[in-house]
């Protein structure tokens, strides 16, 4: 049967027809075409799904993509402005935080969330901030590195600029 719902992914408005019980997962990689999301575990246990839902990480593999209509999600395609690459991917580079990379946009989208509400972390918070991501490459030493050093630039960008990003 099926219905025609709006999702607001990386500020674009996609019509999609969807059925009641699909997957946000499912729906932005096949039906948005945005494959950046990974399908890890399924069960809402490794975070290779995360996407920001207003903000907020979310394991897309087990939220209904109808529960996201209205509400603005946010993927990894979404995290860079264009060619320039957000400071937490730039970051994640600089210290080859990510080696299979699989992890990665769920790690990087946990990440912009806790710098969005906590832009001066500590190695504790940011440990917190990204739990709910499974790295099965690294020991995290190089992500909490990453996660520090896009902290600093973030607030380096802020104080020239006045703004936030």
């Known amino acids: 049967m099926g219905k025609t719902i709006i999702l607001n992914i990386n500020k674009e408005d996609y019509h999609l027809k969807i059925e009641d019980n ?14 950046g999301t990974k399908h890890g575990c399924g069960t809402g246990e490794c975070g290779a799904c995360t996407v920001l839902i207003d903000g907020v990480p979310v394991n897309s593999c087990i939220y209904l993509a109808i529960r996201a209509e209205g509400k603005k999600i946010v993927t ?5 402005n264009g060619d320039t690459l957000h400071p937490l991917q730039q970051a994640f580079i600089n210290n080859a935080a990510v080696q299979c990379g699989y992890c990665g946009p769920g790690m990087l989208l946990s990440a912009k969330a806790l710098l969005d509400i906590n832009p001066d972390p500590t190695e504790a918070e940011i440990r917190e901030g990204i739990a709910g991501n499974i790295c099965r490459c ?10 520090d050093e896009a902290a600093k630039v973030i607030a380096d960008e802020r104080s020239e600029s006045g703004n936030g990003i």
């Open 22 to 35: 699909e997957l946000l997962l499912d729906v932005i990689r096949e039906k948005a075409g945005l494959t």
């Open 76 to 80: 990894i395609e979404g995290l860079s």
């Open 138 to 147: 690294s020991g995290y030493v190089k992500i909490v590195k990453a996660i």
